[in-house]
């Protein structure tokens, strides 16, 4: 998406925030146009209303109409149900030295991580690997607080 969304910013000549908003603007309009769940005359009015000229009201309506179907099927399938985070328990174990290795120090990091259906999720891994996962997944933390991701959660609530 990102490749499509770069050439259209070079052929329109616009910054990639204006073409995010745009289609931001586009699926809003479909979504909230199948939720309510408008005819073709209701849709094709609304359109108009919002300032889109004939041609693209033309284009928008024909599109609406081909995904309109698959749009509703997708409003009311269930939302995923994934397993949540229950429990962690963790142990650092130290290798501090070996036959061929005197003065070795390997410290390795177990979890067992625990979540709401019963599974168990055994990982092992070094300090550092565990310290570049908590950098990804506080940035991932970050993101999921953005406007843009509470903007994406509100049109599929």
């Not at 479909?30 to 408008?38: A, T």
């Not at 009015?45 to 698959?70: M, N, R, W």
Request: charged share 25%.
């Amino acid at each position: 998406m990102d490749v499509r969304k770069s050439s259209a910013t070079k052929k329109l000549n616009v910054s990639p925030e204006v073409i995010r908003n745009a289609v931001d603007g586009l699926v809003h309009l479909l979504v909230e146009s199948c939720r309510n769940k408008l005819d073709e005359q209701d849709f094709q009015d609304s359109v108009l209303a919002l300032g889109f000229s004939e041609q693209q009201q033309q284009t928008l309506s024909t599109f609406y109409h081909s995904k309109k179907e698959e749009i509703q099927s997708a409003l009311l399938r269930p939302t995923l149900d994934i397993p949540h985070y229950q429990d962690l328990d963790w142990r650092v174990d130290i290798q501090l030295a070996s036959r061929a290795l005197h003065h070795q120090v390997t410290p390795l990091v177990t979890m067992k991580l625990s979540l709401d259906n019963g599974q168990c999720v055994p990982l092992q891994t070094d300090p550092n690997n565990l310290l570049h996962m908590t950098q990804v997944l506080e940035q991932a933390l970050q993101e999921a607080k953005g406007q843009h991701t509470r903007r994406i959660q509100r049109t599929f609530k």
